[in-house]
């Protein structure tokens, strides 16, 4: 049974630094592509950084150049950096797994401006 727990987010200024770790149980984890989602209040749940088994990332326009997805297999945990956040940047985080797919219970990120 794979579960997920974020942590890592909380309160910065804009133009601040966070890093989120997304830590998996379970030995399917370094098979499967995981992604970083967001959900602001009021908006729909966002796609924000995925990446493969073999390390290929792809993220979405909005945090291109601004955040870091990584993940370390041998630790089954997968991370986030985000460089330069804004205030748009604000909402919960949450890791998911695609195969079997697992939401974490999310983090928030609040970015004051």
């Known amino acids: 049974q794979v579960q997920l727990v974020e942590s890592g987010g909380g309160l910065v200024q804009a133009g601040g630094s966070l890093r989120l770790s997304c830590a998996a149980s379970?030995?399917?984890?370094?098979?499967?592509?995981m992604r970083w989602y967001r959900q602001a209040p009021g908006n729909q749940r966002e796609a924000v950084a995925a990446?493969?088994?073999?390390?290929?990332?792809d993220y979405a326009d909005s945090v291109k150049g601004r955040f870091t997805i990584s993940r370390d297999n041998a630790k089954n945990t997968m991370y986030l950096q985000m460089n330069s956040l804004k205030p748009e940047d604000t909402g919960v985080y949450y890791c998911?797994?695609?195969?079997?797919?697992?939401w974490g219970q999310g983090t928030q990120v609040t970015v004051s401006s």
């Open positions: 990446i493969t088994s073999t390390g290929s990332t």
């Open positions: 379970g030995s399917i984890f370094s098979s499967t592509i």
């Open positions: 998911n797994s695609f195969q079997p797919s697992r």
